[in-house]
């Protein structure tokens, strides 16, 4: 039996090629690793998307130079990593199951959402397969159980945003896992599987998910998530130079941080762990060493703002109707269309006569959303936006922030704000252009000052 378990996900940056396998898998080992999930190698994501999207508009020629060139990268790190003839035909006959998939995807120019799902769960899958030998030519005493995520991972019938089902996962993993001191597992992040059987997405970045899923299964002592950065910084350090490491921050600053921006983690990454109170910790393939980031329920530390976070391509949208006066369940139904077109709103502000909301810019071809909304009123959208947040601590009771943040924007201008809804954020929405120099500013006022 393991003294810890300790459930390790990689990203697609520490499977890019086999030295990065062979780096990630001694971090594992290091680690004791009970379960170790892994992205795609880096790229071919992206790569299964264009096959996708090149089939559906009838090219073939450029579909076969996609599969070729997704082919060449893996078995260029299979011949790097293995000799084992059976991991080649094991990947040959996945490779031949793609270049089927696409062919049917040509033959009718659509993708359903079910065919998608199968597509882009090659990526992971191709990649497992890989990395376990990697693993195994790093440390041939160690016992290496490549399992299948979708055996462990069931979810809901909704194709490419598919809905955990957390009680048969949980009887899953605990049917499927023997945890012991010199085996490890090693399965995928991002794919599911229905009941009925059908592969399922979490959607991207659900890799991150899959891994919080998995920890939360099998009561984890520790969910690790290693990418190509070492840790959580204060800001983007290719917008503010005066960025630096956070080694330590609660579940609700990070949770703030992924919901408004932050690259490092999914927005739902955290809620599996929260729930079971498994601390995160977040580090750098590529610096094994480095101090990293921990997440946890209770942190020593509480600044006032711990973070900045930014979100850009962002529009401003308003609805404005005489209608709203003294109306009564008006912003509820407002609400109930944007739930039902399933589109989260970040900031609202209201007047008399009308309500702003900040969403994604691509929502303003949602033609469908327009259309209902134009029902209570008349809609315009304000573009070129960039929301950014402010993550810290006692936000709502701490006198003189106001002043201070506006005093230090100067000149810029701030077209929405929102505060209240919680103790840990104060979002303000500003012109695209603007975005980088009030980080910049906001940075050097409340987080390099103060320290």
Known sequence: ????????????????????????????????????????????????????????????????????????????????????????????????????????????????????????????????????????????????????ARD?????????????????IERKA????????????????FIGKTESGSTTTLGRGGSDYSAALFAQAVNADVLEIWTDVAGIAS????????????HEISYDEASEMAQYGAK???????????????????????????KGTWIKQKVEEKPLIRALATRSDQALLTIRTPKMLNAVGFMGNIFNVFSSHQISVDCVTTSEISVSVSIDRSMMEHKALVKDLEAFGEVSFETGQALISLIGNKILSTPGLARDLFNSLGDIN??????????????????????????????????????
């Open 152 to 168: 462990i991972i069931v979810t809901d019938e909704q194709h490419t945003k598919a809905r955990p089902q957390l009680e048969l």
């Open 174 to 189: 605990h049917e499927h896992f023997d945890f012991k001191n010199n085996r490890v597992y090693i399965s995928q992040g």
């Open 235 to 246: 800001t983007d350090p290719r917008i503010c130079k005066g960025a630096r490491p956070i």
């Open 1 to 148: 039996m393991a003294d810890q378990i300790i459930v390790s996900k990689f990203g697609g940056s520490s499977m890019a090629d086999e030295a990065a396998m062979e780096r990630s898998a001694k971090i594992a080992q290091r680690q004791n690793s009970s379960i170790v999930l892994v992205s795609a190698t880096y790229g071919t994501t992206d790569k299964l998307v264009e096959l996708i999207k090149t089939a559906e508009q009838g090219n073939w020629n450029g579909c076969e130079k996609l599969l070729f060139t997704i082919r060449e990268k893996h078995f260029d790190i299979f011949h790097k990593a293995s000799n084992n003839t059976d991991i080649g035909d094991q990947l040959k006959k996945m490779l031949r199951e793609l270049e089927t998939l696409a062919k049917g995807v040509f033959l009718l120019q659509e993708c359903s959402d079910k065919a998608r799902d199968q597509v882009l769960s090659f990526g992971e899958r191709m990649s497992s397969l890989l990395f376990a030998q990697a693993f195994k030519k790093s440390f041939p005493d160690k016992e290496v159980i490549l399992t299948d």
């Open 264 to 290: 490092i983690l999914h927005p739902t990454t955290l809620v599996p762990a929260m729930q079971k109170n498994i601390p995160v910790f977040v580090g750098s393939s590529y610096e094994g060493d480095a």
């Open 414 to 451: 701030v077209r929405m704000m929102c505060l209240g809804a919680s103790a840990h954020n104060f979002n303000l929405l500003v012109d695209e252009k603007d975005c980088n120099t009030a980080v910049q500013r906001l940075h050097e006022k409340f987080i390099e000052a103060c320290q």
